[in-house]
């Protein structure tokens, strides 16, 4: 059985950082995608950043060149690193890792960005 488990949301202030964790247990075999999806109240979830087997990476438009993510192959972990949050960020994070045994989704993490 595959388990995600994030981690690090919060409330954090307009400009301020915070940094997502989410660590993957159980059987994978193969990771294709290791993947940080949102969902604000009343919109539907999308795909804020993605990073590939061989490393590459892309984002939303509106997260580039603020968020930033990264993995730890050994330990089956993907980073998201959040800069200068606006508001607009706030949202339920979600991490989603798609392997040759299947799809999988943590139970999400709230991100709340207000003064």
């Known amino acids: 059985q595959v388990q995600l488990v994030e981690s690090g949301g919060g409330l954090v202030q307009p400009g301020g950082s915070l940094r997502l964790s989410c660590a993957a247990s159980?059987?994978?075999?193969?990771?294709?995608?290791m993947n940080w999806y949102r969902q604000a109240p009343g919109k539907q979830r999308e795909l804020v950043a993605a990073?590939?087997?061989?490393?590459?990476?892309n984002y939303a438009d509106s997260v580039k060149g603020r968020f930033t993510i990264s993995r730890d192959v050994a330990k089956n972990t993907v980073y998201l690193q959040m800069n200068s949050l606006k508001r607009e960020d706030t949202a339920v994070y979600y991490c989603?890792?798609?392997?040759?045994?299947?799809?999988?989704w943590g139970q999400g993490t709230q991100v709340t960005v207000s003064s």
């Open positions: 989603n890792v798609d392997s040759f045994t299947g799809n999988y």
């Open positions: 990073i590939r087997r061989g490393g590459s990476t």
């Open positions: 159980g059987r994978l075999v193969s990771i294709n995608f």
